[in-house]
């Protein structure tokens, strides 16, 4: 496959409601989105899952632009006939990036299932239909605020509530969430606000029967999060420190994460996620696969990469309509608390061209050489 040309866009999209975290208050998403055309005449989709700030990784949207155009698709050129499956060991020579490879390699991947007529789930490996979904809540401003919140995802059909949490808003609000909803699969995501002195006052979550704690500690603590196992009996969950299989397997081998979350963009791509799923499988340790706030180009492709066998838990895979108004593509409407895993060539859903044209901030056409 040949690539012809590559569209690079900056669009911005509001969010239902804002989204705050340990690290910030997201109000909209404002993303990068590729489509690449090939010269047999195929398009490939996806979207780069950096956000507008480095806040939660190094890498911002400008940036991801910067790096594609200057580096990264220079390299794909010259490569000339491409395959996805050869798209990491290309770029492997630059470093990092690994939301801006992933970004990269998932466009072609796409653009070649389609010219195969083959969707993401079978290529991928999917196991089943239909995947169970989680909804990940942001901090509020009192805990009435986020009880209403929770009660109505809970009406909304969803399998497992994940709180965010960070110092000064956790003890109390798992305790109050966990008393009105008993029986609902409950995690909390501190997103690094935590050190390893925190350590007694995180063991007081473990009454509350938590699926697992996610990534309490800096990201490069990995060792942190191992002494922080021994301490408290919640299962600990990376997510931040995990961005490759190679780091995947340390913090395993460490006993530093008993759950790993797999986001394709923080590892670099669905092709390495499957890698560490594979890993995951072997050593019985239960993956999920989280978000980042995708459109349904992303979302896509993560709800098939949660098809696999190996996703037992629900992931951070909500409804379209969890994060926007309307959404880029056919929107992804939950039944029941699961989504269906698309079926056509691809990532198989349709795009909304002329919203994405609507909400299109910047543009750059680029042509291969
Ligand atoms: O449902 O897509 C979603 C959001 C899930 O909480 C979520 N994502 O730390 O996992 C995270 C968090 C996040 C959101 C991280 C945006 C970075 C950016």
């Not at 490939?44 to 950096?50: F, K, P, S």
């Not at 911002?60 to 220079?74: C, G, H, K, M, N």
């Not at 098939?304 to 309509?321: I, K, N, R, V």
């Not at 880029?328 to 989504?339: C, E, K, R, Y």
Request: hydrophobic share 40%.
């Amino acid at each position: 496959m040949r690539i012809k040309e590559v569209d690079l866009r900056i669009i911005n999209l509001p969010l239902v409601r804002p989204f705050r975290t340990s690290f910030g208050t997201q109000y909209e998403r404002e993303l990068l989105l590729m489509k690449i055309t090939t010269q047999d005449g195929s398009e490939g989709w996806a979207e780069c899952v950096a956000m507008s700030e480095p806040l939660y990784s190094p890498e911002y949207t400008f940036a991801s632009q910067d790096v594609i155009e200057r580096f990264l698709l220079p390299k794909i050129f010259e490569a000339g006939d491409i395959r996805a499956e050869e798209v990491a060991d290309l770029l492997r020579p630059f470093l990092g990036h690994q939301m801006s490879k992933a970004c990269v390699e998932t466009a072609i991947l796409d653009a070649q299932l389609k010219l195969e007529g083959i969707s993401f789930g079978s290529y991928l490996g999917s196991s089943r239909e239909l995947i169970d979904c989680g909804v990940s809540v942001g901090i509020t401003s009192t805990i009435d605020a986020l009880a209403q919140e929770v009660s109505q995802y809970v009406d909304e059909g969803y399998r497992r509530i994940k709180l965010k949490i960070e110092p000064g808003w956790d003890i109390e609000p798992v305790r109050v969430i966990r008393e009105l909803f008993p029986d609902m699969p409950l995690q909390v995501d501190a997103n690094q606000a935590y050190s390893r002195e925190d350590a007694d006052h995180l063991k007081q979550l473990d009454p509350f029967n938590l699926l697992l704690i996610e990534q309490p500690l800096d990201e490069h603590d990995v060792l942190g999060h191992a002494m922080l196992a021994k301490v408290v009996k919640t299962p600990i969950c990376l997510d931040e420190s995990i961005t490759s299989l190679e780091s995947a397997r340390d913090a395993l081998a460490l006993k530093a994460t008993t759950i790993i979350n797999i986001k394709p963009g923080r590892v670099g791509g669905y092709l390495e996620s499957v890698k560490i799923h594979d890993l995951c499988v072997e050593n019985d340790i239960p993956v999920w696969c989280g978000g980042m706030l995708e459109t349904g180009i992303g979302r896509a492709a993560n709800i098939a990469l949660a098809s696999l066998a190996g996703f037992t838990l629900p992931g951070d895979t909500s409804a379209s309509s969890r994060y926007y108004h309307r959404d880029i593509t056919t929107p992804f409407v939950m039944q029941d608390g699961q989504l269906r895993v698309p079926s056509g060539p691809g990532i198989g859903v349709d795009i909304d061209l002329d919203f994405i044209d609507e909400i299109t901030t910047s543009r750059k056409l680029i042509l291969a050489p």
